[in-house]
Each structure stands twice: as C-alpha cells, then as structure tokens.
C-alpha cells in the first residue's frame, strides 16, 4: 500500500481516534504517534483478502466454532499508546469481547484475550508488517499472526509491500532470496513468535486453525 504521511505531529491513540474521519474512503493506522494513510485494497489485494476470510470462516464453521469466533468487517487494534492497527483481517473471540469497553461505541479492541487470528496481506509498507507489527502483536501477546506475501501483487503503485507477502516484496531476510511467495505463520511461544514460513506445496501449519487444509500455493491462487 502507498502511505501518505501527515504533518509530524506526534498524536496518542485516543487523539487519532477522535480525529478519525468518519465514511472516510481511505483507512488510516497511527504508527508510533505518526497518522499514516492506508488506501483500501484493490486487485489482487482485494480479491486475496475476501477469499481468505471466505475460507477461514467455512474452517471456522467446520471446527464448531460458528456461533463463537468472528470476522469483523472493521477493527482497529490498540498495541499501545502510540499505535494503533487495522488489520486485514482478524478473527475475533466473542466469548470475550464483553470486556472490551470501546468495542460496541468504537470497534477498538485492547484485550489480547479477544483476538485469535490476525492476518496482514503484505503491499508496498512490507517494513509495519515484518517490523513494527510483528514486534506490537507479540508485545500485546496476540497468540497467532499470519503473513502473507506473494510475487504477482499489482494494482499498487510502485509495487512497494503481506505478512501474507502476496508481492514477495519483504526483506531477503524474511522470505529468502531469490524472494518467493510466502506465508509466515507467527505463534506465540513463552512471550515470543515463533516463524514458520510456508512456500509452494507445502500445507499451512495453524495451531488456532488445525483444519485449514490449504497449501501456501493453493492460498495465493484465491486471487487468481
């Protein structure tokens, strides 16, 4: 995705909320008391996105957990005072979201306890999905984290960033070189991620969702 930067004021979280623009036709996240603006998904991006949450809610019907785990069409999460995320997609616990005081009047969630899943669609801000976010989530103990990248992202200027790397735009580091279509599934083990990364053939390994039987290859082509 293609950031535009605002003015270098240092906001808190509460004070991006209120300045928050409401039936805005962009998404904005704060990172680090910066207000930074995110275009919505389009393409592939967009298309990735829709399947995935498709297929992680017929797996949650399939695991019994219909009336329990859901899909938000908007969140913003609250790692700490100065940042606050809007993921691609989260499965939320519904068990628990009773005690997210701003969930109702704001759809802000705070609790760790209330997430189950977050998956970010890698664009051109490759760096908030492999750094920043990664780094909050596992701060805020969010217990699983999916990155998602590949190699035929378009529909982005400049082809610049998924933590599903869709575009295969993340640091060599990450995703190898020569860079690949890759999934990292991040687990949370004693306050830490653990990273496992999924290319090609290979079938996806989700504590939280044992019986997504999908290949990494299999996930990529849901945009085709």
Not at 115 to 123: C, G, P, T
Not at 185 to 197: A, F, I, M, N
Not at 202 to 223: E, G, K
Request: proline share 5%.
């Amino acid at each position: 995705m293609t950031q535009t930067q605002f003015e270098p004021k240092i906001f808190t979280f509460d004070e991006f909320i209120e300045w928050y623009p409401e039936d805005s036709l962009f998404r904005y996240e704060l990172h680090n008391g910066a207000i930074v603006e995110m275009p919505k998904p389009r393409g592939k991006h967009s298309n990735l996105t829709g399947c995935l949450i498709e297929r992680l809610l017929i797996t949650i019907r399939e695991m019994g957990k219909g009336g329990i785990w859901t899909i938000p069409r908007e969140s913003i999460v609250k790692p700490s005072r100065e940042s606050g995320y809007e993921p691609d997609i989260i499965v939320l616990n519904k068990e628990t979201l009773g005690l997210e005081t701003r969930w109702a009047s704001e759809s802000i969630i705070q609790n760790a306890t209330s997430v189950k899943l977050i998956v970010e669609v890698v664009s051109s801000n490759w760096r908030d999905d492999y750094y920043d976010k990664l780094r909050d989530y596992e701060e805020m103990e969010i217990n699983e984290y999916w990155i998602v990248e590949d190699t035929a992202l378009d529909g982005f200027p400049g082809l610049k960033q998924v933590s599903v790397d869709y575009a295969a735009l993340g640091g060599k580091k990450f995703i190898g070189n020569p860079k690949i279509p890759t999934i990292s599934v991040c687990v949370l083990v004693d306050g830490e991620y653990q990273v496992s990364k999924f290319t090609g053939n290979t079938q996806i390994i989700s504590p939280t969702f044992p019986q997504f039987n999908f290949t990494a290859q299999q996930v990529f082509d849901l945009a085709n």
